[in-house]
């Protein structure tokens, strides 16, 4: 069965750096468009990034472009997204997100991992 | 950037239906999705393209689109049914937004 599973998050202060890590299995890694998404505490749900099944492409929300950078290993089956000059608006539980194939929608969700970002 | 607006709440006796509408000028080119919370949990895909229902969601779940809103119809609501529902949507590039989120409250 599909499996998303997250690591690398912690609590961290302002203005310093983080990796996230998405271990995937269960299926064929190279086959799928990947995202983040994050939920901040009491708060809804944000699309954070998306990488191309074939890596060629990626994109950002606006609130993290410049700063967060997804990639993805199909080697390793691993997704990834690097966060730079984090603030405290980045606290959030962070989801790895599998795409459904043909527009089938957010498909697969990680448990997630909680980023503190704190003094 | 664009939108997606919902009611911050729709509360409804058990056995009764209810309705979550989702609007934002984008719905008008791209396909609406709908998503479970429930607390603690990750979001679970109860319906994409608009009405289209994943394997193993019950057929109380429904979905429909009509110009600049998509609407999540549940019926036969039951108290598991309690939870946040997000719509989604992307575009083409796979970029995506959320609406703010429905909490939906079992009377």
């Known amino acids: 069965q599909v499996q998303l599973v997250e690591s690398g998050g912690g609590v961290v202060q302002p203005g310093t750096s983080l990796r996230l890590s998405c271990a995937a299995s269960g299926f064929k890694f190279f086959s799928y468009g990947m995202h983040w998404v994050r939920q901040a505490p009491g708060k809804g749900l944000e699309w954070v990034a998306v990488i191309w099944y074939d890596g060629s492409q990626s994109y950002h929300s606006d609130s993290v472009r410049g700063r967060f950078s997804i990639s993805r290993d199909d080697s390793k089956k691993e997704l990834y997204l690097d966060m730079n000059s984090v603030s405290v608006e980045d606290t959030a539980v962070y989801y790895c997100?599998?795409?459904?194939?043909?527009?089938?929608?957010?498909?697969?969700w990680g448990q997630g991992t909680q980023v503190t970002v704190s003094s | 950037s664009y939108e997606l607006t919902q009611p911050p709440s729709v509360s409804v006796s058990p056995g009764q239906t209810a309705s979550i509408t989702c609007s934002g000028d984008?719905?008008?080119?791209?396909?609406g999705y709908w998503y479970q919370q429930k607390p603690g949990q990750a979001p679970v895909l109860i319906i994409y393209?608009?009405?289209e229902r994943p394997s193993g969601i019950p057929e109380r779940f429904s979905g429909s689109s009509s110009g600049t809103t998509v609407t999540l119809t549940l019926s036969g609501v039951q108290a598991d049914d309690e939870g946040d529902y997000y719509c989604q949507t992307a575009d083409s590039s796979g970029s995506s937004v959320f609406g703010g989120g429905t909490k939906l409250t079992v009377l």
């Open positions: 393209k608009d009405r």
């Open positions: 984008v719905l008008t080119k791209q396909f």
């Open positions: 997100v599998r795409e459904g194939l043909d527009g089938g929608g957010f498909k697969d």
